[in-house]
């Protein structure tokens, strides 16, 4: 497997981003994701937001994206984001990119002061970097998850101590509070 580089997303990029949320999730799907993602990007309600691409023998082969969301309920909300879309071109699934890449942006997060993380994603692939069920903590999506797929809204802590004193509902950026981006 070729070597790889991660690097902050730029202006520039978002044809870049595009073409790998296409490959990665096919054309139907892949445009709806590739849309939301360049438009998260510029979006104002998502800042601060944390944009990585992974690039390998000068081609992007994944992209994260983690936008701003806040918490209504808690008297001192948390700084929070979630991690909404991951892609990986199919070429390099499961060979560590999107892992690289959502460890790289919890990263970054941690330093620059982000609590609390979310993802609507595969319940089996994020508690690998320690992301649980939201509900469990009296975490509620925008809007409501099927209960078949409870398991799939998750949040993570990087801040210990902050998860007991934050539960809420959880407010996205405009361009993500929309219902369709909530059936997973």
């Given at each position: 497997?070729?070597?790889?580089?991660?690097?902050?997303?730029?202006?520039?990029?978002?044809?870049?981003?595009r073409q790998v949320h296409e490959a990665a999730?096919?054309?139907?799907?892949?445009?709806?994701?590739?849309?939301?993602?360049?438009?998260?990007l510029h979006d104002a309600t998502a800042s601060p937001l944390i944009s990585l691409l992974?690039?390998?023998?000068s081609e992007p082969v994944g992209h994260v994206l983690?936008?701003?969301?806040?918490?209504s309920g808690p008297e001192e909300p948390p700084v929070a984001h979630?991690?909404?879309?991951?892609?990986?071109?199919?070429?390099?699934?499961?060979?560590?990119?999107?892992?690289?890449?959502?460890?790289?942006g919890l990263t970054v997060?941690?330093?620059?002061?982000?609590?609390i993380v979310f993802v609507l994603g595969h319940p089996e692939y994020y508690p690998r970097f320690g992301f649980q069920?939201?509900?469990?903590?009296?975490?509620?999506?925008?809007?409501?998850?099927?209960?078949k797929n409870?398991?799939?809204?998750?949040?993570?802590?990087?801040?210990?101590?902050?998860?007991e004193k934050s539960a809420g509902k959880v407010q996205c950026a405009d361009v993500l509070n929309a219902p369709e981006h909530w059936r997973e």
């Open positions: 497997m070729a070597k790889m580089n991660i690097r902050n997303t730029t202006e520039a990029d978002d044809q870049r981003i999730f096919g054309p139907g799907a892949g445009r709806t994701i590739a849309d939301l993602a360049v438009a998260l992974a690039w390998a023998e983690f936008t701003h969301v806040s918490i979630i991690l909404a879309p991951l892609a990986v071109v199919p070429g390099r699934q499961r060979h560590g990119t999107g892992v690289q890449l959502v460890r790289r997060l941690a330093e620059a002061g982000c609590e069920p939201a509900d469990r903590y009296g975490f509620y999506a925008p809007y409501p998850i099927p209960e409870a398991n799939a809204w998750m949040v993570l802590e990087l801040r210990p101590g902050v998860i």
